[in-house]
């Protein structure tokens, strides 16, 4: 059974960087094939994802979000951290890590559900 448990400040003053880390226990973030991503959700509104970092390190964003998001890991902890910097109370959300499992695949397309998923943790911009 993979777990994921998202930890970091909740409270995270305007201007400066969140910082939150997701560790995860009953497999490995370097196994073939699977993504771990980062979601949030803002009061009252759906969920957004943010981006992801693959088993191999390569890094995918949204692109409303890529120019201020840094996803990076670290293999001998089991973990990987998302970084928002210039944050803003707009960044104020309930953030979640998940990990995106492959499903098929056909030609170049391949298909993914986001099947375990850490219970989130919220993360207030204020000052």
């Known amino acids: 059974q993979v777990q994921l448990q998202e930890s970091g400040p909740g409270l995270v003053k305007p201007s400066q960087t969140l910082s939150l880390t997701c560790t995860v226990s009953?497999?490995?973030?370097?196994?073939?094939?699977?993504?771990w991503s980062w979601i949030r959700q803002p009061p009252g509104k759906g969920l957004e994802w943010m981006g992801a970092?693959?088993?191999?390190?390569?890094?995918y964003y949204s692109p409303s979000l890529k120019s201020r998001t840094s996803i990076s890991r670290d293999t001998s902890k089991n973990q990987f951290s998302l970084q928002l910097t210039s944050v803003t109370p707009e960044d104020t959300a309930v953030y979640y890590c998940a990990r995106d499992s492959p499903q098929y695949y056909s030609g170049s397309y391949y298909y993914y559900v986001m099947d375990y998923w850490g219970k989130g943790t919220q993360v207030t911009v204020s000052s």
């Open positions: 970092i693959a088993y191999e390190g390569s890094n």
């Open positions: 009953g497999g490995s973030i370097t196994t073939n094939n699977y993504f």
